[in-house]
C-alpha cells in the first residue's frame, strides 16, 4: 500500500494520511453506501463487528462479510482481538485517514511542513497518550541519567503542528508514574532498558528488545538479526502491557545518539515507520540508525534497517 500526507496548503497543517487507490476495483469497493457507512462510524472510533452490528442495526454475518471485504481491498487493519466464549473477536479500524485516486503526480518544491506517523494520530484519537521519560537523577540499577528530554520537547511540538491542540498529553518521569497512570492511558516510553525504568519492565515483550547485559545491543525477534551501533534506534507500536485495551511506543535507541536517530525518523520517514515490520507484518515495530549528512556532528537523516 501507498500513503500521501495531506497538508493544508493554507495552513501547513496535517490533515491525515490517504491511502492511494490503486484499481477501480478498490474505488468500486468504496462506491457501496453500508462499507461507506461502516468506514464512516470506524473513522471515529474502532469497534467489533458486533458492535458495528448493534450500531447499524444490521445481521452480524452481513458486517462479518463486508468487513472481510474491505479488510481485503487494504481499507480495515485489525486493532485487538479477544476471546468471546472460546472464539476470537477483532476490533477494526481504519488502514488510514482517508483515500485517494492520484492520476498524475507533481514534484512541487516548498517548505517542508511536519508530519508525524499518522499511528500517533489513531492513539490520540483514542485517549490521553502519557509520555514517560528518564529521571533526569542517578536511578535505577545502572545509575543513569536522562539526557534526551529536549528530544520529547521537540515531539510534542510537533506532535501540535501535525494535529492541532492536543488536550490529552501529560509528559512524567520514570520514577514518579503510577501504576495507575501507566494502566489507564496509551503511553509512549521514551529512552532503552538502561536509563527508562518502564522500557526495562516491558523491555522482554517488546518483539525488537534490549540485551543490556551486552552492552545493550538491540536484537530482534522478527528477524533474528543483532545491532551494535551507537546510533542506532528502535520504534515500536505494540498493545500496553499493563493494559492491551491501551497502545504504548516505544522510542529508545542503544544509546543516546540512537534515541535521536529514532526521533529524526519519525519527522524524516513517517510513512515508513507506520508501515509493518518486513520480516514480520503483524508488528509496527522498526530499527533504523542515524546518518550525520552534513559532517557537523549531528544526526539529521536516518536509514530504516529493518
Known sequence: ??????????????????????????????????????????????????ELSKKLGINEQLIYYHISELKRRGFLKEISSQKIRGARSIMYGLSSDGFAVLFSKKEEERGRGVTLPFIFRSIMKSGKLVVVVSSPQPHGPFRSRGIDHHLVAQFTFYLGASFGYVQGLEVVLDTDVRERTLRENNLMLVGGPAVNMITAKINDKLPIHFEVMRDNIIVSRLSGKEYYEPEDGIIEVLNNPFNPEKKAVVIAGKSYPGTRAAFTALYKNPVSISKPNAYNDR????????????????????????
Open 1 to 50: 500500500m501507498s500513503f500521501l500526507a495531506a497538508i493544508d496548503p493554507e495552513a501547513g497543517r496535517l490533515k491525515g494520511y490517504l491511502m492511494l487507490l490503486k484499481s477501480s476495483e478498490q474505488v468500486k469497493a468504496l462506491a457501496h453506501p453500508l462499507r461507506f457507512k461502516i468506514l464512516e462510524i470506524l473513522s471515529e472510533t474502532p469497534l467489533y463487528p458486533k
Open 283 to 306: 508488528f509496527i515495530a522498526h530499527v533504523v540508525e542515524g546518518v550525520d549528512e552534513d559532517g557537523d556532528g549531528v544526526i539529521d537523516n536516518t536509514m530504516v534497517l529493518e
